[in-house]
């Protein structure tokens, strides 16, 4: 039984670590969807622009733009968020700063996520829609 158990681990390491950076990349583009989505229902609940900006190839900003300068002023909210913490091999590159209208459009925009495995794009529609393209 321990033999059997053995021979099936040996087997599937390597399998299984081969995989890692694919999972990496497609968790990776979760995360930039889920933060896109999550800033566009913010713009309509709280009647402002939202704006997503690349710091970094691997950080991007979220603004919360209380008075829809597309600026940093103080006492507007902001977040910083860093792919790597999570995705040490992913690296990010966008086309233009996406922002999320009060009315649920926006700005269009593709976010592009890459690694050794392949690259992934997360595109802002017009219509405020993200959506994943490969």
Not at 102 to 113: D, Y
């Amino acid at each position: 039984m321990v033999a059997i158990i053995g021979i099936l681990t040996a087997v599937a390491i390597p399998n299984i670590a081969g995989q890692m950076p694919r999972y990496r990349l497609n968790g990776a583009t979760r995360q930039v969807m889920g933060d896109f989505m999550w800033a566009r229902m913010q713009a309509v609940s709280q009647k402002n622009e939202f704006k997503i900006s690349l710091l970094s190839d691997h950080e991007y900003e979220i603004l919360d733009d209380d008075d829809n300068d597309g600026m940093a002023d103080t006492g507007e909210w902001k977040e910083t968020k860093d792919i790597q913490m999570q995705y040490h091999d992913v690296r990010l590159d966008l086309t233009a700063d996406p922002v999320f209208f009060p009315r649920g459009s926006a700005s269009p925009a593709t976010m592009s996520v890459t690694n050794g495995s392949g690259a992934k794009n997360v595109k802002v529609h017009i219509t405020g829609r993200v959506k994943v393209v490969e």
